[in-house]
């Protein structure tokens, strides 16, 4: 049984790995900045994460430029990914940790990037987001409507 277990958990790790083997390390430094503005905590930090085109639409159009409900919403998520059960909304201030949980290539120049966002109470989820490269640029993107 310890055999199999630790075959499978050999296979899932080997399959991660590949996974983000080819998503370019310039990606892979905008979400390690990405990690570091969070903990920040500085909603004008955050911001500059952000897709041009989901500012665009989401926070200047739809949100009518309220900031903090704009990155507030951003970093909603899911206790459980599978069964899209537990939906949590976090607000910056309240982010004790953020690390990246997994990311995968999506099609040219569009990532599915996870992250598992802890807490201050200890508690965690999941946030499903995506990251773009548009006119030279990364930037993320979330929910719209």
């Given at each position: 049984m310890k055999k199999i277990l630790?075959?499978?958990?050999?296979?899932?790790f080997v399959f991660s790995l590949s996974a983000q083997e080819n998503i370019p390390s310039s990606a892979m430094n905008f979400v390690s900045k990405f990690e570091k503005a969070v903990l920040g905590h500085n909603y004008d930090s955050v911001m500059t994460y952000m897709d041009a085109k989901y500012v665009k639409v989401q926070y200047k159009k739809l949100l009518k430029k309220e900031q903090i409900q704009f990155i507030d919403e951003f970093f909603g998520g899911y206790e459980n990914l599978e069964s899209s059960t537990g939906f949590i909304n976090t607000t910056l201030p309240e982010?004790?940790?953020?690390?990246?949980?997994?990311?995968?290539?999506?099609?040219?120049n569009q990532y599915q990037v996870i992250f598992k966002i802890t807490r201050n109470?200890?508690?965690?989820?999941?946030?499903?987001?995506?990251?773009?490269?548009?006119?030279?640029?990364f930037g993320f993107f979330g929910a719209r409507g």
């Amino acid at each position: 049984m310890k055999k199999i277990l630790f075959s499978s958990l050999f296979v899932f790790f080997v399959f991660s790995l590949s996974a983000q083997e080819n998503i370019p390390s310039s990606a892979m430094n905008f979400v390690s900045k990405f990690e570091k503005a969070v903990l920040g905590h500085n909603y004008d930090s955050v911001m500059t994460y952000m897709d041009a085109k989901y500012v665009k639409v989401q926070y200047k159009k739809l949100l009518k430029k309220e900031q903090i409900q704009f990155i507030d919403e951003f970093f909603g998520g899911y206790e459980n990914l599978e069964s899209s059960t537990g939906f949590i909304n976090t607000t910056l201030p309240e982010i004790s940790g953020i690390e990246l949980y997994k990311i995968s290539a999506l099609e040219k120049n569009q990532y599915q990037v996870i992250f598992k966002i802890t807490r201050n109470s200890g508690t965690w989820h999941y946030n499903q987001v995506t990251l773009r490269l548009y006119k030279k640029h990364f930037g993320f993107f979330g929910a719209r409507g």
